[in-house]
Structures are given as C-alpha cells and as structure tokens.
C-alpha cells in the first residue's frame, strides 16, 4: 500500500508545483501591469471607435473630468455623448484613474502623451519615428504596441512600424 501511495503522492506534488509555474510564467508572459482594469463596456463603446480605449490609470481623475466636461472640443475632433453616457464614463474613470499625485500630475492638454512618465518610457524613440506614415502620432499606440486594445503595454509586445 505504501509502496503505491508514496509515488503517487509524489506525482500530485510535482503536479501542482508545474501548474503554479506554469501559471506564473503566462501572468509574466501576458505582461499584466496595473494599466488593465476590467474595462467599462460603455467605455470601451464610446471611447474606442477613434482611437484605442486609453487605460484610465493613465490620467489623473482632474484630466478626465475636464476631457469628458469638454467632448465638443476633442483634440480637434466632435466626440459629443448624451449626458447619460458621459456621467456614466466619467465615474468610471475617476474610479480608476491614476492616484498617485506626484507621478501622475495632470499634463498639458490633458494628453497621456505629454505626460512625464510617458516621455520617460519613450525616450529611446527618435523623433522622426513618430511621423512615421503607419504610425502618424504617438497618441496612437497600438500601431507599436500591438496587445494596447487589451490595456497591456509590455516591452514583449512592441513592434515599431518601418
Ligand atoms: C470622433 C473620434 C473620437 C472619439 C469618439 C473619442 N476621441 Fe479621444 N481623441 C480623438 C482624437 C482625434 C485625438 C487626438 C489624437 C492625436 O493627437 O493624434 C484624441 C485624443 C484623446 C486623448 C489624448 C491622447 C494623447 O495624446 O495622450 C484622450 C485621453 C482621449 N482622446 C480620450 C477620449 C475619451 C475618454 C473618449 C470617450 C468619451 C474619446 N477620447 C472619444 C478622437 C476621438
Ligand atoms: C513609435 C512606437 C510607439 C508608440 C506609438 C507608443 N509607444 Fe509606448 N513604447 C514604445 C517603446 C519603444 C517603448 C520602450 C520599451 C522598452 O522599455 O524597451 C515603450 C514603452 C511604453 C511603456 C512602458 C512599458 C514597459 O513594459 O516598461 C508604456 C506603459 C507605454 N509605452 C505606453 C504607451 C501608450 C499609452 C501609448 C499611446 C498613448 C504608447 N505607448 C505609444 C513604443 C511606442
């Protein structure tokens, strides 16, 4: 009886040990960082048509307020709402949007791309790279980070357009 249990036992063990690694390694792989949130579905409906629906962790709660309150004037754009969809989106965001002050202070134009961070983590691209014709602007970053519609922005999954 000992003889049987004991291997079998050993098998569960090493069992569980690979699927916790195996586990890991996909949590490692999918690059998950605290930009992904369970995304609001009106959020992704209205806010994702033009561009990609940007993570609200991104942009302090200030600069969502003052880019929902003003969708007339988008970026140069008209990305009006009923007032229903905007204060349903506009919750959401400040929920989720990035709460450390110091790293987070709101940039000018209220632009992800302008922000501190955002010229750190790109300072290694040349400037002529982000008038590149399939590229057109930095605010578009999925035509480099290829999973940014799923909210992963991992160094795994950029490929820079020629
Ligand atoms: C009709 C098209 C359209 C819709 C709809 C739209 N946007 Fe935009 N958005 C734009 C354009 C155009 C820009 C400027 C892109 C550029 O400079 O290349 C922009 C830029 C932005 C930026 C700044 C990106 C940067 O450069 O950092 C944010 C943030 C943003 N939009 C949020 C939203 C939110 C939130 C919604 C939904 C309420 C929304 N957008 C809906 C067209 C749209
Ligand atoms: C021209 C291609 C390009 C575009 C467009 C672009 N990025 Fe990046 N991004 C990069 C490169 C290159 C890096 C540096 C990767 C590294 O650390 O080696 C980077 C790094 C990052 C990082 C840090 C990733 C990490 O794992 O450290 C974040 C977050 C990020 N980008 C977000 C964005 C967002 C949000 C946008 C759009 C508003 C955007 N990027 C647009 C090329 C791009």
Redesign the pocket.
């Known amino acids: 009886m000992l003889f049987t249990l004991v291997p079998r036992l050993l098998m569960v063990c090493v069992a569980a040990v690979i699927a916790t690694l195996t586990a890991a390694i996909a949590a490692a792989e999918s690059g998950g960082t605290p930009s992904q949130v369970n995304v609001l579905p009106k ?1 992704r409906q ?6 990609i629906a ?1 993570p609200p962790g991104m ?1 302090p709660a200030a ?2 307020q003052r ?2 309150g003003n ?1 007339q004037h ?6 009006s ?1 009923d007032v229903d969809s ?1 204060k349903q ?1 506009s919750t959401w ?1 400040a929920a989720n949007s990035a709460g450390d002050a110091a790293a987070h202070a709101a ?1 000018p ?6 922000s501190h961070w ?1 010229r750190q983590e790109h300072a290694e691209v040349p400037a002529d790279v982000w008038k590149r014709p399939m590229i ?5 970053c999925a035509a480099c980070h290829t999973r940014a519609e799923q909210g992963n922005f991992n160094e795994h999954f950029i490929r820079i357009p020629q």
């Open positions: 959020y209205e806010c994702a048509t033009c561009h940007y942009l600069s969502w880019i929902l969708l988008h970026f140069g754009t008209d990305a709402l905007v989106i965001l940039p134009e209220d632009r992800i791309t302008r955002f057109k602007s930095a605010s578009n």
